[in-house]
Nanobody
Framework: QVQLVESRGGLVQAGGSLRLSCAASGSIFGINVSGWYRQAPGKERELVALIPRGGMANYADSVKGRFTISRDNAKNTLYLQMNSLKPEDTAVYYC??????????WGQGTQVTVSS
């Protein structure tokens, strides 16, 4: 089992920045891929960024060049640095982990609101 706990999101003006964090606990050595998804009102959950163990990060086209995913293995924490935020980035952001045996784990979600 893996537990994922996101930091609190927040309200930010367009053009601003925000950093999300996700603390992992439990069977963290079994995590193969970590990432962030988001879900806006009335829309399906979508991929924001993924970072596989030992691999390079992948980003959704809509956030490339603005968001950066990173991981601090010593702290068992995943980060999402979000710059140049836009109103369309408003969503509930979910931390995600995929185990080596194919189990998906999700955080509880945190609200990010970008005002115009």
């Amino acid at each position: 089992q893996v537990q994922l706990v996101e930091s609190r999101g927040g309200l930010v003006q367009a053009g601003g920045s925000l950093r999300l964090s996700c603390a992992a606990s439990g069977s963290i050595f079994g995590i193969n891929v970590s990432g962030w998804y988001r879900q806006a009102p009335g829309k399906e959950r979508e991929l924001v960024a993924l970072i596989p163990r030992g691999g390079m990060a992948n980003y959704a086209d809509s956030v490339k060049g603005r968001f950066t995913i990173s991981r601090d293995n010593a702290k068992n924490t995943l980060y999402l640095q979000m710059n140049s935020l836009k109103p369309e980035d408003t969503a509930v952001y979910y931390c995600y982990a995929l185990s080596v045996v194919g189990i998906n784990y999700w955080g509880q979600g945190t609200q990010v609101t970008v005002s115009s």
